[in-house]
Nanobody, 118 residues
């Protein structure tokens, strides 16, 4: 089970840190990802991180503003978001790809709402 938290309402230019804790499963050599879905739009990729944390990837729209990280001891992945823009408003989902980066995501969290006001 994946539990995302940390969403909320923030003004443009502000910061938020999302967390996603995995329970009921042990950490394997998996990849973790963040996705988002804005109203009326399809879900889109935001960021991903490999098992060791040494490899990350980002959508162009968030590069330089968002940072993904993970703490395997806590079985948790984070998304630090800075310089937030109104267009970042969406429900943010975390996911697990059991076979690693570049493979399909198998488990999804319930999402946390991020709202950025202008």
């Amino acid at each position: 089970q994946l539990q995302a938290s940390g969403g909320g309402l923030v003004q443009a230019g502000g910061s938020l840190r999302l967390s996603c804790a995995a329970s009921g499963r042990t950490v394997t050599r998996d990849a973790r990802g963040w996705f988002r879905q804005a109203p009326g739009k399809e879900r889109e990729f935001v960021a991903a991180i490999g098992w060791s944390g040494g490899i990350t990837s980002y959508a162009d729209a968030v590069k330089g503003r968002f940072t993904i990280s993970r703490d395997n001891a806590k079985n948790t992945v984070y998304l630090q978001m800075k310089s937030l823009k109104p267009e970042d408003t969406a429900v943010y989902f975390c996911a697990v790809a059991q076979r690693g980066l570049g493979t399909a995501y198998d488990y999804w969290g319930q999402g946390t709402q991020v709202t950025v006001s202008s």
